[in-house]
């Protein structure tokens, strides 16, 4: 069925971009309907967990939390992408894999997501929502065999219209995609995005209806004099931030030894979150908590500073304990409820010192969830429009936009890395605009440029440019003057401006030209992630590269097709320096990895590793052959050439059998050889 849907689709003559729109469309519904059985799992099994408190009572609920957790465990034990929120790897896979996450993710991250959740596990349903709706718009458009960067949009797309389906917030939904996912706010993906967030938010309205996610009353800005206490509020909102972020990475560590039995974690984390709730009578911090926002914004006055203090400490330990443990689960919904609570305690404080100018603390809730979101995020639009469309009021617009920038700002300073950033910086990843920064950092422009660099004179005509560009194929050029200096670039873009206003083919190109003084350079002795900096900010696709004693005499250009390689250089150099720093840490019983260099004499040299196989000791695994610039994975067909360097993985008590091995010999006639 699949591919008569295919060959239909691939003999369509209409535009490529109505074909995106079509499948953003689709995606959007998609990831909508995975959204809803996602919700209706969790639903299922949160009254299945209340039947099972009123029939054996809190021990009856602590064993089922712990026999979910680690079911859920077994299932993720092996597969990292499907543990905790799922969005920072979804950023990952947008930056590194060109926006493709297996299918897989889909139906395992909903069924470990249900369980979390469900049996009260404190985390919220929008992380791994987003997950799942870009492991589906990256299948489509994979299945259609689309380009990279349309699979990037579709995954992205995915990810929106599950945001949108998730907390019916359209805009929001495509904000988050654009913000966070895509880091990118262009019209290309805008337009595309936002028919996928439209079309998840219709689905989901049809299925759950188009109330918004909660009930409150009207709060507009009563008076001025209530600023200075939004501004406290958004300190505050970044204290607790910070304080949050750092509890999830804490116990992330603390239980960093009981990852070889995982299963074990992840039921530890859930049956101690079951405690804290027992202990402490706060039912209300399991789950993902949306409903008791609700409860707390519509109380307004009734508010208790002693009940929200708690319930705030309480939340931030219950979800370091669920996430941080490995649980599936997201971030966003107990930030919001952080916040809630924290505005909470602002807004009944401001009431009982100065009514007369803060009459509602209710406000204080519906502001405080956007401060505490964007401060763990670092996304200020997308809190301040999910909050906005959350509560339907927009009276509160002006507190909301000051305290989710303000709070971003402060949290930026005291730490470094937000809810969705910190598992990235555990692999080595620090992501700006989308890009690796760490791998870029580590390259030098003049180890990536291109010294072959194309260059006109200027008094080259456009007829002229024009022939050129048609035999070479180039998409832009250097202009230099009389004296072989730089004096500006001329692009394809240009070429096609001049046409269109009807100029003289016999016009000098130095004439439309861009001129030297608006041009951005880089230096040879800068960074690859700086010159990837200045091609984002400026939108260049172009980059002269000139000598910092003479900033006029070029010594090569960037291309983006010289990042895009060299990143990929520096991605598989980093991988192998990681994994041989690992090995050289790793102490496993008596197991250690041995390099073998394959010269042009060695016996193994032509062999496959299929015929290898026989010859090697049981307890050997190869696991990597180094082939110049590349690392590859040893396959039954894959033939071992000169200059290889052949990694294996050996118990050390048949390091001697492994190199008679590779040598032919079935028997060992010496003792141990340096493997070295």
């Known amino acids: 069925?699949?591919?008569?849907?295919?060959?239909?689709?691939?003999?369509?003559?209409?535009?490529?971009?109505?074909?995106?729109?079509?499948?953003?469309?689709?995606?959007?519904?998609?990831?909508?309907?995975?959204?809803?059985?996602?919700?209706?799992?969790?639903?299922?099994?949160?009254?299945?967990?209340?039947?099972?408190?009123?029939?054996?009572?809190?021990?009856g609920v602590l064993s089922l939390m712990g026999v979910a957790g680690f079911i859920s465990g077994l299932i993720m034990r092996r597969s990292c992408e499907l543990r905790g929120s799922g969005i920072p790897y979804v950023m990952e896979a947008m930056a590194i894999r060109s926006g493709r996450v297996p299918f897989s993710i889909a139906p395992l991250k909903t069924l470990t997501t249900s369980i979390t959740i469900g049996v009260g596990g404190s985390a919220g349903r929008e992380g791994p929502i987003v997950q799942i709706g870009a492991s589906l718009g990256s299948f489509v458009g994979q299945m259609f065999h689309l380009s990279t960067k349309r699979v990037r949009i579709l995954a992205a797309c995915g990810a929106a219209a599950g945001i949108a389906a998730a907390f019916n917030t359209p805009i929001a939904g495509t904000i988050f995609a654009l913000e966070i996912i895509l880091a990118s706010f262009t019209t290309r993906y805008f337009g595309t995005v936002v028919l996928s967030s439209v079309s998840g938010s219709i689905v989901s309205?049809?299925?759950?209806?188009?109330?918004?996610?909660?009930?409150?009353?009207?709060?507009?800005?009563?008076?001025?004099?209530?600023?200075?206490?939004?501004i406290a509020l958004a300190v505050l909102a970044a204290v607790v931030a910070v304080y949050w972020t750092k509890s999830l990475i804490r116990v992330d560590q603390g239980l960093s030894r009981l990852q070889r039995f995982f299963p074990l974690r992840t039921a530890l984390g859930l049956v101690l979150t079951g405690c804290l709730a027992w202990a402490f009578a706060r039912p209300e911090i399991l789950g993902s908590g949306l409903e008791s926002i609700s409860v707390l914004a519509r109380q307004?006055?009734?508010?208790?500073?002693?009940?929200?203090a708690s319930l705030l400490v309480l939340k931030i330990l219950a979800t370091a304990l669920t996430v941080g443990s490995g649980n599936a689960g997201g971030v966003l919904a107990p930030s919001l409820f952080l916040g809630a609570t924290l505005g909470g305690i602002v807004g009944t404080l401001a009431h009982k010192f100065v009514p007369g100018i803060a009459p509602n603390p209710g406000a204080y809730i519906i502001v405080g969830m956007a401060g505490v979101f964007a401060a763990s995020t670092r996304a200020p639009m997308t809190a301040v429009l999910m909050v906005f469309e959350l509560s339907n009021d927009y009276r509160l617009i002006v507190p909301l936009m000051m305290v989710t920038v303000l709070a971003t700002f402060i949290a930026e300073g005291l730490f470094d890395e937000s809810v969705y950033s910190w598992p990235l910086s555990k692999k080595g990843i620090s992501l700006q605009n989308g890009r690796d920064l760490h791998v870029l950092e580590g390259l030098l422009v003049e180890d990536t440029m291109a010294t072959d660099y194309h260059a006109t004179p200027a008094s080259t005509t456009l007829a002229e440019l024009s022939d050129l560009f048609m035999r070479t194929h180039w998409h832009g050029t250097m202009v230099l003057d009389e004296d072989g200096k730089l004096c500006g670039i001329i692009t394809v873009n240009d070429l096609d401006r001049a046409v269109a206003n009807k100029l003289s083919p016999d016009t000098p190109i130095s004439d439309i030209a861009t001129p030297y003084h608006k041009l951005q350079v880089v230096y040879p002795d800068d960074t690859v992630g700086d010159a990837l900096a200045e091609m984002g900010q400026?939108?260049?696709?172009?980059?002269?590269?000139?000598?910092?004693?003479?900033?006029?005499r070029p010594v090569g250009m960037m291309e983006r097709k010289e990042l895009i390689s060299s990143y990929n250089r520096a991605l598989t150099r980093r991988s192998e320096v990681k994994h041989r720093t690992q090995r050289r840490r790793l102490t496993l019983d008596g197991t250690e990895f041995i390099d073998i260099p394959l010269h042009a004499d060695h016996p193994v040299v032509g062999k496959t590793i299929s015929e290898l196989g026989p010859s090697l000791p049981y307890?050997?695994?190869?696991?990597?052959?180094?082939?110049?610039?590349?690392?590859?994975?040893?396959?039954?067909?894959?033939?071992?050439?000169?200059?290889?360097?052949?990694?294996?993985?050996?118990?050390?008590?048949?390091?001697?059998?492994?190199?008679?091995?590779?040598?032919?010999?079935?028997q060992p006639n010496s003792g141990p050889q340096d493997n070295t």
């Open 538 to 552: 400026r939108g260049f696709g172009l980059l002269p590269v000139v000598d910092r004693e003479d900033p006029h």
């Open 619 to 666: 307890d050997c695994i190869l696991v990597s052959i180094r082939r110049g610039d590349s690392m590859l994975i040893p396959h039954g067909n894959t033939t071992l050439q000169e200059g290889d360097l052949l990694t294996a993985f050996v118990c050390s008590q048949d390091v001697d059998k492994l190199f008679h091995g590779l040598k032919g010999e079935t």
């Open 1 to 59: 069925m699949i591919e008569r849907l295919k060959s239909k689709f691939d003999g369509w003559t209409v535009p490529k971009e109505l074909q995106l729109s079509s499948l953003a469309i689709v995606v959007g519904m998609i990831s909508a309907l995975g959204a809803s059985l996602l919700m209706w799992l969790i639903l299922r099994l949160t009254a299945l967990m209340h039947w099972g408190q009123q029939s054996f009572g809190w021990l």
């Open 300 to 308: 307004n006055h009734e508010l208790t500073i002693g009940v929200l």
């Open 205 to 230: 309205r049809m299925i759950w209806g188009s109330q918004p996610a909660f009930q409150v009353p009207p709060y507009p800005l009563h008076h001025i004099g209530e600023i200075p206490i939004y």
